[in-house]
């Protein structure tokens, strides 16, 4: 899908501002209510947006701990890939997956209460994932920038 300078617009109100109005969002970006609503609609099924949520503080959900954890596996056969691929999707705690290139295989972001908390999500789940020869974790002390939204 071809997407345009007023598309671009649109997408970055929406990725500050996703419960915006429609009515306000044509405004912000010049063009009639109408037509803002036929682009959205056209950039919700060719898939450029994939879907809305609602971004939670950490802290006021008591996840106050964030742990990047490098994960090396054992081999690189596909098998050995999948198992583990299939496996951490169902920690609730991991927040995102990497295959990474260089030292490590993953790079994982999870989140805990705080270190017993992780050193329960490091006992319950991850020491238990299929291939890991090597794990190491790193616990990150303040968060200094964050977004979610992509540069357009």
Do not use: W
């Not at 999948?82 to 927040?95: C, M, Q, T, Y």
């Not at 972001?109 to 974790?137: C, E, N, W, Y």
Request: glycine share 4%; with cysteine.
């Amino acid at each position: 899908m071809e997407i345009d300078e007023t598309d671009r617009r649109i997408l970055i109100v929406l990725q500050k501002y996703g419960r915006i109005p429609n009515a306000e969002l044509a405004e912000r970006i010049n063009l009639s209510a109408s037509a803002c609503h036929r682009r959205v609609q056209r950039l919700e099924k060719s898939r450029v947006i994939t879907g809305y949520v609602a971004l939670l503080d950490p802290r006021e959900v008591d996840r106050r701990t964030t742990v990047f954890v490098e994960i090396t596996l054992s081999g690189q056969a596909d098998e050995v890939l999948e198992a583990f691929e299939k496996e951490v999707a169902r920690i609730p705690d991991v927040l995102e997956c990497h295959l990474m290139a260089g030292t490590a295989d993953y790079l994982l972001k999870v989140v805990a209460r705080d270190t017993d908390d992780f050193a329960r999500i490091h006992r319950q789940h991850l020491a238990r994932l299929p291939g890991v020869a090597q794990m190491h974790s790193s616990f990150a002390l303040r968060t200094v920038s964050k977004t979610t939204a992509l540069p357009l």
